[in-house]
């Protein structure tokens, strides 16, 4: 058991969190929010996540504490994890001010409290070099070149799974250079790298995988440069198969049959080969963003990753001109909507492109009645949405209710089971406008929708289908 915090409690600090302690550490998660660390300790649960709420059901109060005091955290632990937000400067450039303030305030604790040697791990998605300048930070406040070192351990989770992703993670990355410190932190991963936590009874997620977990040992600067060229790379796929797919639509093609020809090469494989509106969340937009900085930084001009961002803001008014085309006119036209969230299995709509594309609706004019399993109260309590003719319902069947069009704009799974026929005899004129690609079109038309996808021809239909309400 190593005794840890995790400065951070959002997305990554959270889970990373709550992960620790069920590898069996002590671990303490500070955020300088009381509010929400009083939250967390009542037992709250502030994102929508599966397997977080049993984690920290499972383990608070026990190996996971919550704490609003940063000094003491630090003084009681051997690694400190920091995961707190590193948001887009104007310029695209990552803003690191919360991390240089915790690097700042980690260096003056461990100045007028020396408790030995500490490892400091930068887990937040950050430029190359972010390490150096963690550490110029906190000699600068006092602390010892000797009592500490700062490593690098990039995060590969995806919302919606990502207590699955960090248990049964693809490869774990350390960037780091001493000797002691690659040795702490593989103790700490070990659990998973020995394949001993996936023999354990209880467990999370669905049996042992075929083999345990990968770890990666790098320089810090190369730790730091794989999180920011796997996004970027993951950013090239979904931008490229949206291009294939246009292309599709114009030979009349069908992006289903093509993306499983590209997908079965192993060199290439099927993940992100999802045709659709494009992108968003968190993570992709601002990481390509702060990667073409650093490219740039670095003497590079890394014009793909202009055009992957072109491709991927084209998406929203190709989605739009099938809309169009559908419905002739927007203006006055009520429409239903599934999906608020960036994708499926999360509530996050930060850079969501629903919300980008409800945002456009509104703009010609129309009426919108949404919904989402998990993103709804987000949405109410950003005001993403304040003061505009938007309404919210209870499910999917009553957005559809009396609507001129249904818009599937997150892959969520239970859109995918719904009832093609009870939509339509919900809507006003049977127009399903699918930008995720959920159904196959002979079994909607068959239902007696009109269906319009992505990167496949439109079924004919015959105009009878519509009935007159």
Request: proline share 4%; charged share 25%.
């Amino acid at each position: 058991m190593i005794k840890m915090c995790v400065v951070g409690s959002g997305y990554v600090g959270l889970v990373a969190a709550a992960c620790f302690a069920e590898l069996g550490h002590d671990v303490t998660c500070v955020d300088n929010d009381s509010g929400r660390i009083g939250a967390l300790e009542r037992g709250d649960v502030p994102i929508h996540e599966r397997f977080l709420p049993e984690l920290l059901q499972r383990h608070r109060g026990k190996r996971l504490r919550f704490s609003s005091s940063l000094a003491s955290s630090v003084q009681a632990s051997e690694v400190v994890f920091i995961a707190v937000g590193t948001p887009p400067s104007e310029s695209g450039e990552t803003d690191l001010s919360y991390i240089e303030a915790v690097a700042r305030e980690v260096g003056a604790v461990m100045a007028t409290n020396a408790s030995g040697y500490k490892v400091i791990v930068e887990k937040s998605t950050v430029p190359a070099t972010t390490c150096e300048g963690i550490r110029r930070v906190m000699e600068l406040n006092g602390a010892s070149a000797a009592s500490f070192e700062v490593a690098s351990n990039p995060e590969f989770l995806r919302e919606g799974t990502a207590v699955t992703d960090f248990l049964y993670p693809d490869r774990i990355v350390i960037g780091a250079e001493g000797p002691r410190c690659i040795a702490l932190l593989q103790k700490i991963y070990e659990p998973l790298t020995s394949g001993a936590y996936y023999g354990l009874k209880e467990a999370i997620g669905e049996g042992a995988p075929a083999a345990p977990a990968r770890l990666i040992v790098t320089s810090a600067k190369s730790a730091e440069l794989i999180k920011h060229a796997s996004n970027a790379f993951l950013a090239m796929k979904i931008s490229f198969i949206n291009a294939v797919a246009a292309i599709c639509e114009g030979v009349g093609a069908d992006i289903d049959q093509v993306r499983q020809g590209i997908g079965a090469d192993s060199r290439i494989g099927s993940r992100f080969l999802n045709p659709g509106v494009g992108y968003g969340g968190s993570c992709f937009p601002k990481d390509i963003q702060a990667f073409r900085a650093v490219a740039q930084s670095a003497g590079y001009d890394f014009r793909l990753l202009e055009e992957v961002v072109r491709i991927n803001d084209e998406q929203r008014r190709r989605f739009m001109a099938k809309l169009r085309s559908a419905l002739w006119s927007l203006r006055g036209k009520r429409l239903g909507v599934l999906g608020l969230a960036f994708k499926g299995g999360t509530d996050d709509i930060r850079e969501s492109q629903a919300v980008a594309i409800i945002q456009l609706l509104l703009k010609e004019g129309c009426s919108i009645a949404a919904y989402d399993p998990a993103a709804m109260e987000k949405s109410r309590s950003s005001g993403v949405f304040e003061n505009q003719d938007v309404s919210f319902s209870s499910d999917a069947y009553a957005a559809a209710r009396s609507a001129d069009a249904l818009l599937i704009l997150t892959d969520w799974e239970e859109f995918a089971a719904l009832d093609l026929a009870r939509l339509r005899a919900e809507l006003k004129y049977p127009i399903l406008v699918d930008g995720r690609n959920l159904f196959r079109p002979e079994s909607v038309t068959a239902s007696g929708l009109i269906y319009v996808s992505m990167g496949r021809s439109e079924v004919p239909q015959k105009a009878a289908a519509i009935p007159g309400k």
